[in-house]
């Protein structure tokens, strides 16, 4: 009897319904089995993967240091900038980018390209994610530095740019322009090899779209400048975009943040108006170089190389027209002509060998020599410049004569002259530090021998007026005019004068260094004989015949020599005009002195390429740059003890007393 | 027989509503909405308040399961045949007038794309099958004699097969792979009340494996292929097929064991739940919940799948019994398929969750699914 009262058909099922039970009960235990291995015991790794999905750190960009000239002028700072940047994997080509595209003004050849390059770094990404769901996707940027205006486009349709983001950039920035070219270098982005020399362990100091320091300062001091990059954590959805609100920043788990350290600023010994100075005295000229030292320092007070180029141009990177340009032209403007490249000195170098003429006994102060415009020394004949008949060391220094010096050189021997040279610091880096510093050279009996397997008695003549195989630095022989200015100290030189933390809101502007005069050596001259000498250099510009006395300026007492220094003959020049040939042929100018005579502040030394005569084109220039320095430079930063830093910047006004 | 006895008369004063499987329904259907009310709140506006349409479909699919529930389903048993041959008008018609969504034409317009309806055939077509199932088994010449009398042959099946591979054949070729395999599942789950003879059971479990092979090589299509693919090695594409079911494991496994608690689940809040109102309801549901929420939901989902089956143990006649069966395997194979594949148990295949996932055409059959279930619980005892 069926007490349900079923019909007897339905018995066919009747033993199936246990087993349908116990299968829907099975299948869900397995459900339910699962789910406990996700929820119970796989929940601490999910939960991780749950918080890094939405947590991620964003890198807090820090501030390069600011550069600034011995009265707080500055010379190197960072700008704001705003860069775009773009997440590739989560960027929708169809709909953002046309939108993203037409905000930027992107042309339609820069569109296309752009768009190639999205599409390739999205399928990377894609690629790296299928194989590993941790791979962190990257983020591009795709453009630099856009305008005002085109970042309140942005933020105007910020809701339709999904995975696109504009974030401020400080940009380095030099307002003295192609001023402080060679001296403060530039910096610019880092590429794969610089991140590849990396040493293991400061992997993650340098990241790409970073910019360091490729030459100059800038270079030197990139490990004070840099700083430390921070982090923060941020929480972002699955379509890359930021959540702010306050819900959202409480899954951020501590430490939330890493602020970043920020870079170092420099205090250098330069006087950019002196630098000023020197490129409007250079007006006239088509190149070369001017160092200025601090006598009793050998801190420099200047440095000017010309041709030069806007550093900022390098910053952002240059156009491949601009970077042609630059390397085609025939003044290399990239060359810093005050340290690394060397040149002949010419009669610049007398002061020295007369030094080790008198120190050596090989000449007295009263000794003549006969000047007949040529020297016949055995077969070759050795020119002066003039004729000057019986010739003493005195006016031979003052009206620059050849044959008396070619006399001298005999007597003197090459090696007696050029150990004073090395004495003052030639031949040697002067260990400034920055764009590979050229040590110049001063040939010896055993460097003939070496080079030319022989050595003759014309190799010491020609050395003795700074020929032949003589070579030194604009900055050599300024360090070595202060050091006969000063009495025989050869300083090291110093463009660096103080490191100082930078001043922010949380305090900081003062010295966290400072660097003191560092003395290379004490040269051995006897005084009497410096002085003689130095009388001699003052007759260069003070006397009547001297070759710089038209030159002379009358608001301070500047002693000197002028130089002019054959170059080797050229023919032809690649990428030169045939017609303009000629200019590369003519002589260096030099002019290198000091002031004021009594007691000597400043030392300059200038070259001009290819100026011709030393008396008539690098004399004028440095005469310009001591007469400004004494009559409107330094007058202006006299008050120095009671306002330290002349200049209203907010910045400098906490910077240290000079 | 003939009359009712004392026992009988009980249970006729304990008949009408079945109050354990509408409040066990009820329970389900809550939950769901509270749950799609989360899931939807982080969705851009204009998907914010589904819930609320949800509820509409509820209470429009609640009205339509009381008239299942109220005809007789003797009706439905007289005019099966006539509905089976409206439904495989409709889904042809979807060939004609689809729709398409995600490159799968399942959907058919009514009164214009803006304001208008649509819904998907396929979906009544699971009702509908499990109507027809029923009809041939309670028609069936071949009822086999008492207990131990043999078993049926292949052959007997072939009818069957026929009423499912229709459907199952037009609902593929959409491709819809997740309505396709429900209704195998419905026609699996009633044959299953069938005696079978082994030798016979053998042979087909040969014949499924060499048909599997087939199929594989020339009738799946890649994107069906990849995801299973992709489910047995899951590293593969963690981006392209992957994607969805990987975020959907860390967010139930985000859930730990009481949830983040409502509305904090955060793969869900930070958008790395895909399609979370349609087919992945359930991690959003777990990650809130945690384990305790999910094991009260497959409760409630067994619950309701077993009072089903004790629906069809006590049902009055065959028809009765393979109707309440093949609706029930079909609440019971949405379920399993979506839990299982979120959690990665299974494949993903798109199958929703009922009365979890929003849509009207998924809420409504199963409502009528409950209310034929109803109906036959309802009318166990009614004589004639």
Known sequence: ??????????????????????????????????????????????????????????????????????????????????????????????????????????????????????????????????LDPKHRIREIIVREDISRDTVGALETHRAEL????????????????????????????????????????????LQPGDRVGRSGVEKAWEAFLRGQRGWKKVVMDARGNRRTAKEDQALIDAPAENPPVPGRDLRLSIDADLVSTARKAFAGQLAGAVVAIEVKTGRV????????????DFVTGLSQKQAEAILTNPLSPLTDKTLYEAYFPGSTMKPFHALAALGAGAVTRDSHE???????????????EGFHGQISMHDAIVRSCNVYFYQLGKKTTLDKMSAMDAEFGFGQRSGVGFNHESPGLIPTTAWYMQHYGGFRTGFALNAAIGQGNTKVTVLQLAMAYAALANGGTLYAPQVVQAIETPFTDAGGGGIEQDFPPRIRRKIGVDPGQLKFVKEAMAGVVNEEGGTA??????????????????????????????????????????????????????????????????????????????????????????????????????????GPAK | MNRPSALGRVARAREGIDWALLIGVLIIAVIGVINLYSATSVAKAGRADLYVTQIYWLVAGGIAATLAAAIDYRHFERLAYVIYGGGIVLLLL???????????????????KERGFRFQPSEFMKLILAISLAKYLHDDPKIPAGPGGGGRRLGDYVVPAVLVGIPFALVAKQPDLGTALILMGIFVAVMALTRIRWQSLTLLVVGVTATSLVAWNYLLHDYQKRRITSFINPELDIRGANW???????????????GQGYMHGTQNHYLFIPE??????????????????????????????????????????????????????????????????????????????PLFSYGGSSVTTVLVGIGLLMNVSMRRNTFG
């Open chain 2, 276 to 353: 979370q109102h349609t087919d992945f309801p359930f991690p959003v549901f777990a990650e809130d919940w945690g384990f305790t929420g999910g094991l009260v939901l497959i409760a409630a989902y067994t619950f309701v799948v077993l009072w089903g089956i004790g629906i069809a143990a006590r049902a009055r006649d065959r028809f009765g019994a393979a109707l309440a069966v093949g609706v029930t395997a079909m609440i019971f194979w949405h379920a399993f398929f979506n839990i299982g594949m979120v959690t990665g148990v299974l494949p993903v295949v798109g199958v929703t969750l």
């Open chain 1, 162 to 205: 999904s995975a696109v983001s504009w974030i401020s950039v400080p940009l380095r920035y030099y307002p003295q322009k192609e001023l402080t070219f060679h001296l403060l270098g530039y910096v610019n982005e880092v590429n794969k090899e610089d991140l590849d020399a990396l040493p293991e362990g400061q992997k993650k100091e």
């Open chain 1, 1 to 130: 009897m069926n007490l349900l009262g079923q019909r007897p058909d339905v018995g066919e099922f009747r033993k199936r319904y246990k087993w349908l039970a116990l299968a829907v009960v099975a299948l869900n235990l397995v459900l339910v089995g699962k789910l406990a291995h996700l929820q119970l015991i796989k929940a601490a790794e999910n939960a991780a993967i749950a918080h890094d999905n939405i947590v991620h750190k964003v890198t807090l960009a820090t501030s390069r240091g600011v550069i600034r000239d011995r009265h707080g002028v500055v010379l190197a700072a960072s700008r704001e900038s705003w860069n775009v940047y773009v997440v590739p994997a989560r960027l929708d080509l169809d709909k953002t980018y046309p939108r993203l595209a037409e905000l930027l003004g992107l042309g339609p050849v820069e569109r296309a390209t752009l768009e190639q390059r999205l599409r390739e770094a999205r399928a990377k990404d894609l690629a790296a994610l299928k």
């Open chain 2, 94 to 112: 979807v060939f004609i007038l689809g729709r398409d969504i995600h490159g799968a034409s399942r959907w058919i317009d009514i009164g214009g």
């Open chain 1, 301 to 312: 007070l200047a440095v000017y190389s010309k041709p030069g180029i806007d550093p900022n």
């Open chain 1, 549 to 654: 006395y038209r030159e002379r300026t009358t608001k301070v007492m500047v002693a000197g020599k002028t130089g002019t220094a054959q170059v080797s003959r050229v023919g032809q020049k690649p990428g030169i005009d045939p017609h303009l040939i000629w200019y590369f042929n003519r002589d260096h100018a030099w002019f290198a002195g000091f002031a004021p005579y009594d007691d000597p502040e400043i030392a300059i030394a200038v070259l001009v390429e290819h100026g011709g005569g030393g008396g008539h084109n690098a004399a004028p220039i440095a005469m310009r740059m001591f007469d400004e320095w004494f009559t409107r430079i330094k007058p202006a930063h006299e008050g120095a003890a009671t306002a330290p830093d002349g200049k209203p910047l907010p910045s400098a006004s906490k």
């Open chain 1, 370 to 384: 006969l000047c007949e415009h040529v020297l016949q020394v055995s077969r070759t004949r050795f020119k002066c």
């Open chain 2, 244 to 258: 969805h079911s990987h975020h959907a494991r860390v967010a139930i496994g985000n859930g730990g064991v009481f």
